[in-house]
C-alpha cells in the first residue's frame, strides 16, 4: 500500500503496538540490527506525544565512556526543578549534570541515583514523562547504572521509555533493565518489497523503476537504511540493471571489516559465488575451487553453505560489494568458467553475454533461446533482460533481426510489469523493423500500453491496419484494437461491426487466441444473457489454450459473468485457478488485472479480509507497472471501504477519480464517482454522495451502459438522493435501475434496491410499510449470493424500525446486522452499525473500545481532559480525538450528555 508521508513506511503495525504498550502503562524496547528504522520509529512516537514531558538521549559509541552524558542528554531542556530537592541531592545532580565537580565517592553516586528518583517523582507530579532512549547499547555505565536504579523504584509514578538497542539480527536486548517494568520488547523486521518499493518511490520518484527496486530489495535484505544508500548510488533509472550496484561507503563501513581479514587469495571464490545465479559447493569444485577458500569465507562471516551444499553470502550487500570490486576482466573471466561449467541453457546464455560484451550472431540466437525458456519458465523479466541482451548482441549489420528481438524484450517486459523498458524496446524495433510484421507488432503494443489514455492511439492503428490489410492473423489483431478503440470512444456499434470483422479474420486464419479475445469483447458490449453466453463461449475457449494476456482476461470476465449472475462460489472457484496460473506464469501486468476481480468477488463473497489483501496487493502493482494507476486506487478503494478504514477509503477514492479523470478513460471515471459516493455514505454524507453519484449516473446514461450488476452501488445512490432531499429524483432513478436489472436478468441486484425502495418509501412518512418491505425482501433472499447485502438489508431495516418506534425490531435488525458484519470482517460497518445499536440501547455501550469506555467512564467521574490522559497515559489531543468520534458517532453533544450513555436504560 502507499503509504503517507506522516508515518515510516510500513512501520503502522509497530507504531500501533508500541502505542498500544505505552498506553497500557508499559515501557517499549525496539530491537535489530543497524539501519532498520529504529531510530526513525522513535522520531515518530516523540512526534507524536503532545502531552507528555519527553526526554531524549541518543548515544553513541564514541561518546561510551564519558561518565552521566546520557543524564546530560537527558535533562538539556528539562524543566529546572532542582530547586524542589535537598540541598545535598541537588549538589550531586548538579554534579552528574556537569554543573560541578563529578561525584566521585559511592556516598556521592547514590545521592545521584537519589536526586534523579525524586527530579522524575516531581517533574511526573505536574504530566507524565516519556523517557526515550536511542542506542542504549552505548549508554554510559554510570547513566545506565542512575536509569536501573531509578526503574526499579518509580512505582506508580506515570514515567515509562521508549528505548531502542543494536542486536545482530535475531539477538536480544541485553539492557531491558533499563526501563520501569512491565516491558515488553518489540523486534523491528526487515520491510517486505513493497514497503521498500514505497520508500524509494518516496525518497527517488518516479526513478525508482521496478526492476531497480527489485535488486536494491534483494541486496539491502529489506533494511530500510541500505536500501536508500543504494537508491541514492544509483542514481536514476538510466543505471543499467545488470551492472554491478555501487556500494556507498557509509555501506562498506558496516560490512568492510568482515571482508577486509580476507587474502587475496580467497577473493576468486567469493567472486564465482557472487557471480553463480546458485552458488554451490559442488559448482564451486567444478570451477577448480578448492575448499579451502570457502572454508575461510566461513570463518570470516562472510560465507554461510546450507545442509545442502548451496552456499550464500552473509548479507546480500557482501554478494554487490564483491562484485561491484572485482576488476572487469575479472569478471568476464568468471563467467566464462561458469558458462563452460554450468548445465542449465539460461544460466549458460546469461554467462556467455557476461563474459563476451561484443556482437556475435551465435551468441544472440543462444540469448533468444534463452529468453523464450525462460518466459515458460514464468519468469518474464528475465526473458526480457535476455531478449535485449540478444538485440544487443546482434550484428549490427543485421538491425532488423535486432528489431524482432527488441520487440520480443518488449513483449517480456511488458508481462513482467515495466512498462518504461517495453516502451523504450518497442520504439527501438519499430524504428529499425524490416519487415510488416514487427512494425504491426511494436505498434499494437505501443498502443496496449496507452492504458485508459487511448487518445494518441489512432495514428498507431492506421498505420497498423495498411500494413496488416491483406495479412488475415495481422488484421484479426489490428481490427480487434480498432473495435476496442471505438468501444472506449463510445461508438458501441462501430466496436461491434469491427468485432464481426476481426472475427471472420481469426476464423480465416485458425488464430483461437484472437477469437476467445473478440467473443470476450463481444460480451463485455452486449451485457446481460446474450453477453454473458459469449463471455462463458471465451472463457471455456481460453481454459483449453496456453496462458497469454488476452486468454487471462477472458477466463477473468467469464468468472465476473458468474459473480454478476449470483454464482459467487463459481466465480470464487475460477478467479482463485486463474490468479494461482497467472502467479505461476510471472506475468506481473496479468496478475494486476487479475487482482482487481480478486479483491471484487472476495468482497462480494463476503471475505471482505481477504479482499483486503487482494486489493492492497492490487494497488501496489498498478502503482508500480501501469501507465495510469486509477484502477488500482479505486480497487484499494472498495476493499478499504469493506473491510479496512473510511479513511484510507476516501483517500484511495480521491487519488483514484483524479487518475481516471488525468487519463480520460469515461468508464472508470464512471466507476470513480461510484466509487466516492459509496464512501461518503459509509462516512454519513448523503449530500456529497448524491453530487458525486450524480455524475456516474450521467455516464451510465449517455455511455449507454447501465449494468446495475457490474458494480452494485445504485441503491446507495437512491439513498443518497433521498437523504439529500431529492425524493422524486430518487424515485425516477430506481424505476429505471430497475427495469434495466429485470431487462438484464440482474437478480443480485434486487434486494438491494429494496432495500433503497424502502428508504424511499419511508422518507414519505411511512417508516413502517418500507420497514415491513424490506423484511419481505430479506424473507425473499435468506440466502443471498452476497452476504454483505444481507448485512445491509437488516442495518436499514433497524433504522427504519427505529423510525416507525419499534425498538426491539430495530434492536433485532441492528444486533444481526452487526453479527453478519463481523462474520464477514467488514469492520467499517460493523462499526457504524455497532454504534447506531449503542445508541439505541442508550447506556449499554456497545460498539465502544475499551480505551473510548474508559474514557467514558472518566468523563461521568468529572474527570478533565487532562485528568484522562495522564489516566490513560494518552496526549490531551488523543483525549480530544476520540471524545470528537464518540460525539460523533453517539450523536451526543456535550460531556453531560456522554457523560449518561453509559447509564442503564
Known amino acids: 500500500m502507499v503509504s503517507t508521508p506522516s508515518a515510516p513506511i510500513g512501520r503502522a503495525d509497530l507504531l500501533s503496538h508500541a502505542r498500544e504498550r505505552l498506553a497500557a502503562g508499559g515501557s517499549v524496547v525496539l530491537c535489530g540490527p543497524a539501519g532498520i528504522g529504529k531510530s526513525t520509529i522513535l522520531d515518530a512516537l516523540a512526534a507524536a506525544e503532545t502531552e507528555a514531558l519527553v526526554l531524549r538521549a541518543a548515544a553513541a559509541e564514541a561518546e561510551a565512556d564519558l561518565p552521566y552524558l546520557a543524564l546530560v542528554d537527558l535533562f538539556d531542556g528539562a524543566p529546572d526543578a532542582s530547586d524542589l530537592l ?34 522524575f517523582r516531581a517533574l511526573a507530579a505536574d504530566r507524565p514523562i516519556l523517557l526515550i532512549l536511542d542506542d542504549v547499547q552505548w549508554i554510559d555505565e554510570p547513566s545506565a547504572g542512575v536509569l536501573r536504579f531509578v526503574s526499579r523504584r518509580l512505582g506508580e509514578v506515570p514515567v515509562k521509555v521508549l528505548a531502542a538497542e543494536r542486536v545482530p539480527d535475531g539477538g536480544a536486548p541485553t539492557r531491558l533493565d533499563l526501563c520501569p517494568p512491565p516491558s515488553v520488547t518489540l523486534p523491528v523486521p526487515p520491510l517486505p518489497q513493497s514497503d521498500i518499493a514505497d520508500l524509494l518511490r518516496a525518497r527517488f520518484g518516479a526513478e525508482a523503476g521496478r526492476a531497480h527496486v527489485q535488486r536494491i530489495f534483494e541486496a539491502s535484505a529489506g533494511n530500510p537504511l541500505y536500501a536508500v544508500e543504494l537508491g541514492r548510488a544509483i542514481g536514476s533509472s538510466s543505471f543499467p540493471v545488470t551492472d554491478p550496484l555501487p556500494v556507498p561507503d557509509r555501506l562498506r563501513e558496516l560490512l568492510a571489516a568482515r571482508l577486509a581479514t580476507l587474502p587475496a587469495d580467497d577473493w576468486p571464490a567469493l567472486l564465482v559465488v557472487a557471480s553463480a545465479a546458485r552458488p554451490s559447493l559442488a559448482l564451486l569444485g567444478a570451477c577448480g575451487i578448492a575448499e579451502l577458500h570457502v572454508e575461510a569465507g566461513i570463518a570470516a562471516g562472510v560465507l554461510h553453505v546450507e545442509p545442502d551444499g548451496a552456499i550464500r553470502f552473509s548479507h546480500p550487500l557482501l554478494r554487490e560489494m564483491v562484485y561491484a570490486d572485482a576488476t572487469a576482466a575479472a569478471r568476464r573471466e568468471t563467467h566464462e568458467r561458469l558458462a563452460d561449467t554450468v548445465t542449465d541453457p539460461v544460466d549458460r546464455a546469461r554467462h556467455l553475454a557476461a563474459a563476451r560484451p561484443e556482437p556475435d550472431e551465435d551468441l544472440a540466437e543462444c540469448l533468444a533461446d534463452a529468453a523464450s525458456a525462460a518466459r515458460l519458465r514464468g519468469a518474464p523479466a528475465m526473458a526480457a533482460d535476455l531478449a535485449a541482451l ?16 527488441r520487440l520480443s524484450a518488449a513483449q517480456y517486459a511488458y508481462s513482467a510489469g515495466s512498462p518504461a523498458d517495453a516502451r523504450r524496446h518497442a520504439a527501438a524495433a519499430l524504428r529499425d523493423a524490416a519487415d510488416r510484421r514487427t512494425r504491426v507488432g511494436a505498434r499494437l503494443l505501443l498502443v496496449e500500453m496507452s492504458g485508459e489514455d487511448h487518445s494518441n492511439s489512432g495514428p498507431l492503428l492506421d498505420a497498423a491496419f495498411v500494413e496488416a490489410v491483406d495479412t488475415p492473423d495481422l488484421l484479426a489483431h489490428v481490427r ?18 469491427e468485432l464481426k470483422r476481426a472475427e471472420e479474420a481469426a476464423e480465416l486464419c485458425g488464430d483461437m487466441e484472437r477469437l476467445v479475445e ?7 458490449i452486449l451485457l446481460g444473457t446474450e453477453g454473458d453466453e459469449y463471455l462463458e463461449r471465451a472463457g471455456k475457449l481460453a481454459r483449453g489454450l496456453s496462458l497469454t494476456p488476452a486468454t487471462v482476461a477472458a477466463r477473468q470476465v467469464a468468472a465476473m459473468s458468474r459473480l454478476f449472475k449470483g454464482e459467487t462460489a463459481e466465480a470464487v472457484r475460477r478467479i482463485e485457478a486463474l490468479r494461482i496460473a497467472v502467479e505461476r506464469a510471472g506475468t506481473v501486468r496479468d496478475l494486476a488485472a487479475v487482482l482487481v476481480s480478486v479483491a471484487g468477488i472476495y468482497w462480494r463473497a463476503g471475505r471482505c479480509a481477504d479482499a483486503l489483501v487482494a486489493g492492497r ?4 502493482l498498478y502503482v508500480d507497472v501501469e501507465t495510469t494507476p486509477g484502477p488500482g486506487y479505486l480497487v484499494a478503494a472498495l476493499v478499504e471501504y469493506a473491510g479496512g478504514s473510511a479513511t484510507a477509503a476516501a483517500g484511495y477514492s480521491d487519488r483514484g477519480l483524479a487518475a481516471c479523470l488525468a487519463a480520460g478513460d469515461e468508464d472508470w471515471i464512471k466507476l470513480a464517482y461510484a466509487i466516492s459516493g459509496l464512501v461518503h455514505m459509509l462516512r454519513g454524507d448523503p449530500v456529497a454522495a448524491a453530487e458525486a453519484m450524480r455524475e456516474a449516473y450521467a455516464l451510465d446514461q449517455r455511455l449507454g451502459r447501465l449494468d446495475p450488476g457490474v458494480l452494485p452501488w445504485h441503491a446507495d445512490f437512491v439513498e443518497a438522493l433521498v437523504g439529500a432531499g431529492a425524493r422524486a429524483e430518487a424515485a425516477a432513478v430506481l424505476d429505471e435501475v430497475e427495469q434495466r436489472a429485470r431487462h438484464l436478468d440482474r437478480q443480485v441486484v434486487f434486494l438491494g434496491l429494496a432495500r433503497a425502495r424502502a428508504v424511499l418509501t419511508a422518507a414519505t412518512g411511512e417508516a413502517r410499510e418500507g420497514a415491513e418491505a424490506l423484511h419481505r425482501a430479506i424473507e425473499e433472499w435468506p440466502d443471498h449470493p452476497y452476504p454483505l447485502e444481507l448485512a445491509r438489508a437488516y442495518y436499514t431495516l433497524g433504522g427504519l424500525e427505529r423510525r416507525a418506534h419499534r425498538r426491539g425490531a430495530a434492536r433485532a435488525a441492528l444486533s444481526e446486522a452487526v453479527r453478519r458484519y463481523g462474520a464477514a470482517d467488514a469492520h467499517p460497518w460493523r462499526e457504524v452499525a455497532a454504534a447506531d445499536l449503542a445508541r439505541l440501547d442508550g447506556g449499554r455501550g ?8 474508559r474514557i467514558v467512564e472518566l468523563v461521568r467521574a468529572g474527570a478533565t481532559n487532562r485528568e484522562i490522559a495522564r489516566a490513560l497515559f494518552l496526549s490531551i489531543k488523543a483525549v480530544e480525538a476520540n471524545l470528537t468520534r464518540l460525539y460523533r458517532r453517539l450523536n451526543v453533544r456535550n460531556r453531560s450528555q456522554l457523560a449518561r450513555f453509559l447509564d442503564p436504560e
Not at 541531592?89 to 525524586?118: C, F, I, K, M
Not at 473478440?518 to 463485455?524: D, E, I, K, P, Y
Not at 496487493?617 to 501496489?620: G, I, L, N, S, Y
Request: aromatic letters at 4%; a positive charge; charged letters at 25%.
Open 846 to 853: 456497545a460498539g465502544l473500545s475499551e480505551t473510548e469506555r
Open 617 to 620: 496487493d492490487c494497488v501496489r
Open 86 to 119: 535537598p540541598a545535598h541531592l541537588r549538589a550531586a545532580l548538579d554534579g552528574a549534570l556537569l554543573r560541578s565537580a563529578l561525584p566521585a565517592t559511592p556516598h556521592d553516586q547514590l545521592a545521584v541515583r537519589l536526586a534523579v528518583l525524586e527530579l
Open 518 to 524: 473478440v467473443l470476450s469483447w463481444r460480451g463485455n
Open 390 to 405: 540478444a538485440a544487443d548482441r546482434t550484428p549490427r549489420a543485421t538491425p532488423g533481426v535486432a528489431a524482432v528481438r
Open 480 to 497: 480487434l484494437y480498432k473495435a476496442v478503440k471505438a468501444y472506449w470512444d463510445g461508438d458501441g456499434e462501430a466496436a461491434l461491426a
